[in-house]
């Protein structure tokens, strides 16, 4: 980089102009921009065939700059795959920063409506309904929303709604690789090229959101069914009302997220998973035995 114009031979080391008025030999920008992790180079530093690149997220490989003004170098076309991945790693980032950010703010809304419901307990009144609780989680939630109170459980029914839409917003199949992969895939489908992307998932697609996010969307239905449980309970229902407790399909729900945890080695989550299947199962023998004890006095 500190050799004069005049000693450079162009004819063996040409020069690249940047927009900013810099100007560096492509052996020198080729090394700056680590072009050889892109490509298999021959003895002239000229590429020769595609190179999968390390997986990583290293935010240094985002920075596509001049050495000297820092000036971005994104428009010269001899790094157009240097760049594009630099930006897909920059997009990653940004979801990573985003997705922690929104969960953050769904965890403290969460907080604020178990609180609320905890403080009103005292004066919910039960719904003199039956109430049949063994189909999927969100079945569950739905029949209590339109069946139980839409008034006590209209604000958590809606937040756990947007938790849902975040859980599918951190899906795998919604991040920047992935996205580029399966649009990637569908133009060799549709026979409009040979090449393919690929890329170590388990390094690069970031699952702890989703599982975050999977977690709290338990945590919410454990808070919902607890309440209305124990609503019920408070209250002595008329003779022929009915409440089935059957949460086979919430425990299962639990062991997925214990093995989406253990896939992505989010120990926190895995614990919670496991806590999360004894809650329900508590939930279910303890109305049961209730259940059991009201039939036979």
């Not at 680590?34 to 021959?42: A, E």
């Not at 010269?76 to 594009?84: A, D, K, S, T």
């Not at 992935?178 to 690929?198: C, G, I, P, S, Y």
């Not at 338990?218 to 449980?229: A, F, G, W």
């Given at each position: 980089m500190m050799s004069q114009y005049s000693d450079v031979d162009l004819d063996e080391d040409p020069c690249i102009f940047p927009a900013c008025g810099h100007f560096y030999t492509?052996?020198?920008m080729d090394g700056h921009l680590?072009?050889?992790?892109?490509?298999?180079?021959?003895a002239n530093g000229m590429p020769t065939a595609l190179k999968a690149?390390?997986?990583?997220l290293d935010v240094d490989k985002t920075r596509i700059i001049c050495p000297d003004c820092r000036r971005s170098l994104r428009e010269?076309?001899?790094?157009?795959?240097?760049?594009?991945?630099?930006?897909?790693?920059q997009s990653t980032l940004k979801f990573i920063t985003r997705s922690n950010k929104d969960y953050v703010m769904f965890y403290g809304l969460f907080i604020h409506a178990q609180k609320n419901l905890q403080q009103t307990l005292a004066e919910a009144v039960p719904a003199q309904a039956n109430l049949h609780?063994?189909?999927s989680r969100d079945k569950q939630i739905h029949i209590i929303r339109s069946g139980m109170s839409k008034l006590r459980y209209g604000a958590i029914v809606h937040l756990r709604n947007q938790i849902d839409n975040f859980k599918g917003i951190v899906g795998s199949k919604e991040?920047?690789?992935?996205?580029?992969?399966?649009?990637?895939?569908?133009?060799?489908?549709?026979?409009?090229?040979?090449?393919?992307?690929?890329f170590d998932e388990?390094?690069?697609l970031q699952t702890r959101s989703y599982s975050l996010a999977t977690s709290l969307l338990?945590?919410?239905?454990?808070?919902?069914?607890?309440?209305?449980?124990a609503v019920r309970s408070s209250r002595n229902l008329p003779v022929g009302v009915a409440t089935t407790v059957d949460l086979v399909k919430n425990r299962v729900d639990c062991e997925a997220l214990f093995k989406i945890a253990e896939e992505g080695k989010h120990y926190l989550q895995q614990a919670e998973a496991l806590i999360f299947w004894a809650h329900f199962a508590a939930l279910e023998v303890s109305w049961r035995s209730k259940d059991d004890a009201g039939r036979y006095v």
């Open positions: 492509i052996t020198t680590s072009l050889s992790d892109h490509y298999v180079l021959d690149p390390d997986d990583g010269i076309p001899r790094y157009g795959r240097v760049v594009r991945r630099a930006l897909l790693i609780l063994a189909e991040q920047p690789f992935k996205r580029v992969q399966t649009l990637v895939r569908h133009a060799r489908l549709n026979q409009r090229t040979a090449e393919d992307f690929t388990s390094v690069i338990i945590r919410c239905d454990i808070t919902i069914l607890s309440d209305v449980l």
